[in-house]
């Protein structure tokens, strides 16, 4: 069984051209990489990922100590991660009505899905999302950023969304460079798949150095944002 190609409106989960797996493998290992270096260890509480797909980062969560809830409205993605990425308790469902009970969510893993939601016209779907995160949980939000590009969604609007959900910013790093000439002999199989750990690692370390933002192409750029408890204040 195959992981489904395309989320449930349609657009390209994965690479059409990546016909061998290894571009996806690659990006997995990498995002992965970046995401537990930063997501702290569970301290009995609910992480949420959310728009997971076919569940290929949800296990990281069980991992980093985390009560690991997948949710995605795809029922294909989510028998195919049920089978393929056993570990998780996976839910049907999607913004803005998620399948958790309010303020139960110490942290929310978003992967690409504010784009896909711009993309199908459905952007304000997101508000309302602050209402399922704890005073002081945190949102781990990975999106492709590219300035100026009306396929994309500009970053400081990204980050006004998040405000108006009761977040603020703590930590901005970019992660991965789109057109960057290695993924292309990874994507075609002219690199072995030993080398890849090295090489990802070797990515991170040049990517958390970026300054400014990608105009002639996209970033994949993990943003943190952290619940403001307004009972503290």
């Not at 508000?127 to 300035?147: A, C, M, S, T």
Request: aromatic share 8%; hydrophobic share 40%; proline share 8%.
């Amino acid at each position: 069984m195959k992981p489904p190609t395309h989320d449930h409106a349609g657009i390209h989960i994965l690479d059409p051209k990546d016909s061998l797996g290894l571009k996806s493998h690659y990006i997995t290992m990498l995002q992965e990489k970046a995401l537990d270096r930063y997501i702290p260890k569970g301290t009995a509480g609910v992480a949420i990922d959310l728009g997971c797909g076919y569940g290929r980062l949800t296990p990281l969560l069980i991992r980093k100590g985390w009560t690991a809830i997948g949710i995605d409205p795809s029922r294909e993605s989510l028998e195919y991660a049920k089978q393929h990425f056993p570990g998780p308790e996976y839910r049907q469902g999607g913004l803005p009505n998620l399948p958790i009970a309010p303020e139960s969510a110490s942290l929310v893993l978003i992967q690409n899905v504010l784009r896909t939601l711009k993309t199908i016209g459905k952007l304000d779907a997101v508000r309302g999302l602050g209402h399922y995160v704890i005073p002081g949980g945190k949102i781990f939000l990975v999106e492709n950023i590219r300035v100026g590009h009306p396929d994309y969604i500009p970053e400081t609007e990204i980050i006004e969304i998040m405000k108006r959900e009761g977040m603020h910013l703590i930590k901005r790093i970019p992660i991965r460079s789109a057109r960057w000439w290695p993924i292309y002999l990874i994507r075609y199989g002219l690199i072995p798949k030993s080398l890849f750990n090295m090489i990802a690692n070797w990515e991170l370390r040049r990517m958390e150095k970026k300054k400014g933002n990608p105009i002639r192409q996209y970033w994949n750029i993990l943003f943190i944002f952290e619940k403001m408890d307004i009972s503290h204040q």
